[in-house]
């Protein structure tokens, strides 16, 4: 239960902020920080346990057929980035209280900030593969929000659309290879999946499922040649940088990584794919990064680069390279989300960004400058500072592999070159930010130290820097060997966390990198003239010439499948569906099968004729809409009276109820339009027509009778066997409705709440012109609401009332139940609209229809909730049989409750769409008639 508070506590404090933020910014700030701050305590509570080698999990099922639990997992590596993102979160929160404007919505910003807090920790902690890849889509839809906070600038627009499409397309390859991995193991939980790495890497598809996880990490974790979309980013509030690009976001592909290690790693495919990438997006971002003029471009390439290194360690699949590329996850963590957030204080208090402008500030924000130098070296890897201790490790372990053979020498070496860049962009940022002569033009001037205590995140986050690259065995050691123990799922190496081992080739590489990179820098205007030469690619115009290309192909195979005919649409589905079936069929030996058909008997005779004859003269009398209408209730009817007769009283009273309503509605949208349809069909589409009516009847018919003809076994013996024993009841369509299949119909009674909330939203200011006189000319009569109709629509409403109340509390055992009932309660309700009017019924029943059926699906939802509590699935239903003095014995079910939810949301939606349909006829008369 405490991992279920850790996740559910940021989304449940999302909605603080909204109600805080009237109350001002430091109250907003407040309630923000309380649900994280809640998480961290109990976290830190249950770190013991964790360290102490113990694995916690919390396991709810939901779908457990699917292999879908809510299970939640807390081992070494889910506690190391639990931490992150609570703690970095924490103090994210108290740095954005100073860096927006009083302008800005901070309490949408920081609703936005809760909401991907709660999706990061649901993917960190998630056991069930499938509930991670929830959070995970999750994390890419709410980081969308925060990327395009500012959605007045187009570079926010862009940089968040680009953000969504590929990660979400990176999920999409993610959800296949988790589905290919749980077909291999059998089960989608980790510690299934964990423990069978030789069973995963033995297996033909091993390859397959590799690649589609590897896309999913390396499109989130921005991994050449994916990297692209996190430079654009940037456009994002420096918090949600810090945030996202240094703890969260784009760590949570090299989270996955570090995850899935056990059961995917080991194999020449993954090495050659995870280092390469690696490798690849170590050299590309660290050269890039030193030639961005722009302070966050330049931190965003160093993140593409550092993402790069980490993944590059993976790659090498050694147990000692695991070890420092979680070292190095933590390490950059810290000093990337400080160097942020110095970034965002310079551009806060200067009004720019541009390194060519924001020179010599060690004179104005000294402070500041103290700090960003610090964690600047630190991304440097100076000694006594924590990216040191990472970055040899880093290099000793490039210098172990040996999977290249000939060529081992081309990892270390590109390492080395990766430091040297390294080394430069570091000291671009201290030189030319805080040195390099005095500001150009800057549009704040002079600029002066932020408020204090926007100060004091960065100050936090610079001191690990330091306590961990001086004192890593006494700081960060214990954390570091249960989050790498997790991620390697057995023996931890031995290694040494010292600040010096002595006189070695790592540290002969990192006095290379250090030397080199200053070399670079120093020499660097050549590099810059080269640099400036090369042809401009701008990665952002190309990506949406690519989205504008595939938008045009989407809409050129639209205009081409669909020409705005209905008809066509029509033709086309059932002219396939008709070759679909011949083909399925033309294989069989004969149609018919060894079973005798049951005898036609006359009334069943006289009612098939009658329905056909309905069918036939709506097509006839197609033309003219109302005389069709009622032809075609008819039909309707005599469908019912078919499922009377075949022992089905459920769906004929749902059949009976819905035709009504049906009919009403339909009478209603006739009310505005002519009488007649106009031909506009030519005789060849009226052949046409007339040749795939005929066929698809004779196809029905084949179909029908090659099935009737057979033996078949269905699963309606279960439910027969199951109905009363499992949910309580002998009405075994109720049954199934509420309790075997309730999440089908609480995923029904939803969609017929939106469809209704949608239908009112398309009504909403549409005003008709009533008719004033029918096809012939003749007036309607002035008298709208008949005496008599209002009478006795009066007198039957308490009666239906009640008949609805009977056909409620009866449905779980005799035909019957909320859904039915609703129904009759709805065209109760709908004659008094049609008998006295909208004005008179609403003056004496004031009912919120879209609080009705909110209410009711929010019941049904509750009920399914409330079967957690006693450790039961979703939606299971809880019976027992009571006694009461005088009345006896009775039986009671929580599907009753459900089945009030079905009642309200019918009734609601019934009369939302009914009622406002209705409104539309309130427009004052019009002169013009419509014929």
């Known amino acids: 239960m405490e991992l279920l508070l850790i996740v559910g506590l940021p989304f449940l404090g999302a909605l603080l902020p909204v109600l805080f933020e009237r109350h001002g910014r430091l109250a907003c700030s407040m309630a923000t920080a309380l649900a994280p701050l809640l998480a961290l305590s109990w976290l830190l509570w249950l770190a013991p346990q964790v360290f102490a080698g113990e694995v916690l999990l919390v396991s709810q099922p939901w779908l457990p057929q699917l292999g879908f639990n809510l299970s939640l997992r807390l081992d070494g590596l889910a506690l190391l980035f639990a931490l992150l993102i609570l703690g970095i979160g924490l103090l994210v929160i108290l740095y954005a209280r100073y860096y927006l404007s009083e302008r800005e919505p901070i309490g949408r910003f920081f609703s936005y900030l809760l909401l991907f807090m709660g999706a990061m920790l649901g993917v960190v902690l998630s056991e069930n593969l499938l509930l991670m890849l929830t959070f995970w889509e999750l994390t890419s839809l709410s980081s969308f929000l925060l990327i395009g906070f500012w959605g007045e600038r187009s570079d926010a627009r862009k940089g968040a659309r680009m953000a969504l499409a590929v990660t979400g397309g990176g999920g999409l390859a993610l959800l296949a290879g988790i589905l290919l991995i749980g077909h291999m193991v059998g089960s989608f939980e980790l510690s299934t999946v964990l423990a069978s790495g030789d069973l995963i890497r033995a297996h033909a598809l091993y390859p397959v499922a590799l690649v589609l996880v590897l896309l999913g990490a390396f499109t989130k974790s921005a991994q050449f040649p994916f990297h692209f979309w996190l430079p654009h980013a940037m456009a994002a509030p420096t918090p949600v940088s810090a945030y996202l690009h240094s703890a969260t976001m784009v760590k949570a592909g090299v989270f996955l990584l570090a995850r899935l290690y056990p059961a995917l790693s080991g194999s020449d495919l993954w090495f050659y794919l995870v280092s390469l990438a690696g490798l690849a997006t170590l050299l590309l971002g660290a050269f890039m990064a030193l030639f961005q003029h722009d302070l966050k471009g330049l931190l965003a390439y160093s993140t593409i680069s550092h993402l790069g290194l980490i993944t590059l360690l993976f790659g090498l699949d050694s147990p000692l390279s695991n070890v420092a590329a979680v070292f190095h996850i933590i390490n950059h963590a810290t000093f990337k989300a400080s160097l942020f957030m110095a970034a965002g204080i310079i551009d806060h208090e200067t009004g720019s960004r541009d390194m060519r402008r924001i020179n010599g500030m060690w ?61 430069a962009y570091s000291l671009r940022f201290v030189h030319d930010v805080f040195f390099n002569g005095e500001p150009v033009n800057l549009p704040k001037f002079p600029p002066h130290e932020p408020p204090r205590y926007m100060k004091v995140p960065v100050e936090i986050l610079v001191f690990l820097c330091l306590l961990v690259g001086m004192l890593p065995g006494y700081t960060v050691a214990p954390l570091l060997a249960v989050a790498a123990q997790a991620s390697l799922g057995g023996t931890l190496p031995a290694y040494d966390l010292a600040v010096w081992h002595g006189l070695n080739l790592p540290l002969l590489m990192s006095c290379v990198a250090l030397l080199g990179g200053i070399l670079v820098y120093v020499c660097r205007q050549p590099l810059f003239r080269w640099y400036a030469g090369l042809p401009e690619v701008d990665a952002k115009l190309i990506f949406e010439q690519q989205v504008q290309r595939v938008t045009a192909f989407a809409r050129w195979l639209t205009g081409l499948l669909e020409n705005g005919s209905q008809q066509r649409y029509l033709a086309l589905l059932l002219g396939s569906a008709l070759v679909v079936s011949g083909v399925a069929l033309a294989p069989l030996a004969q149609l018919g099968g060894d079973r005798v058909l049951t005898p036609l008997d006359g009334i069943t005779a006289l009612g098939l004729v009658l329905l056909a004859a309905s069918g036939v003269l709506t097509a006839i009398f197609h033309r003219q ?73 004779v196809m029905v018919a084949l179909l029908a009778y090659g099935v009737l003809t057979r033996p078949y076994a269905g699963i309606a013996e279960f439910f027969l066997a199951n109905s009363v024993s499992g949910g309580g009841g002998t009405n075994v369509v109720n049954v199934i409705l509420v309790d075997f299949r309730g999440f089908d119909t609480l995923g029904e009674i939803t969609v017929l709440a939106i469809a209704a909330v949608g239908i009112v939203a398309m009504l909403n200011g549409l005003h008709l012109r009533n008719p004033t006189c029918d096809p012939q000319g003749r007036r309607w009569a002035w008298a709208k609401y008949p005496l008599i109709l209002k009478t006795l629509s009066r007198l039957l409403l308490p009666l239906a009332i009640l008949i609805s109340v009977f056909i409620f509390l009866r449905g779980h055992n005799l035909p019957g139940g909320g859904f039915i009932a609703g129904l009759i309660t709805a065209v109760a309700l709908i004659l008094q609209f049609i008998a006295n009017g909208v004005a008179w019924v609403e003056e004496r029943l004031p009912l919120n229809y879209q609080r009705m059926a909110g209410l009711g699906v929010l019941l049904a939802g509750l009920t399914g909730l409330g079967s957690w509590a006693f450790g039961r699935p979703f939606l299971t239903t809880a019976f027992g049989h009571f006694e009461l003095p005088l009345v006896g014995e009775f039986e009671l079910a929580t599907a009753m409750l459900f089945d009030l939810g079905v009642f309200f949301t019918v009734v609601g939606a019934t009369l939302l769409i009914l009622v406002n349909l209705g409104r539309v006829s309130l427009a004052p008369p019009a002169s013009e008639e419509i014929h």
């Open 363 to 423: 004179k104005y924000l000294p402070h500041t400058a103290v700090l960003a130098m610090v964690a600047s070296s630190a991304m440097a890897g100076v000694p006594l500072l924590n990216g040191f201790l990472s970055k040899e490790m880093f290099f000793g372990e490039a210098l172990q592999q040996a999977q290249l053979g000939s060529f081992n020498w081309v990892i270390p070496a590109a390492a080395v070159l990766a430091g040297v860049f390294s080394v």
């Open 625 to 697: 809409r109302l005389v069709a209408l009622l032809i075609l209730g008819v039909g309707g009817m005599l469908v019912a009276l078919a499922f009377a007769r075949f022992s089905a009283p459920d769906l004929a009273l749902t059949q009976l109820v819905v035709e009504l309503v049906t009919l009403v509605l339909l009478v209603l949208a006739l009310y505005y339009l002519p009488s007649r349809t106009p031909e506009e069909s030519s005789s060849l589409r009226g052949l046409r027509d007339f040749i795939l009516a005929g066929g698809c009847g």
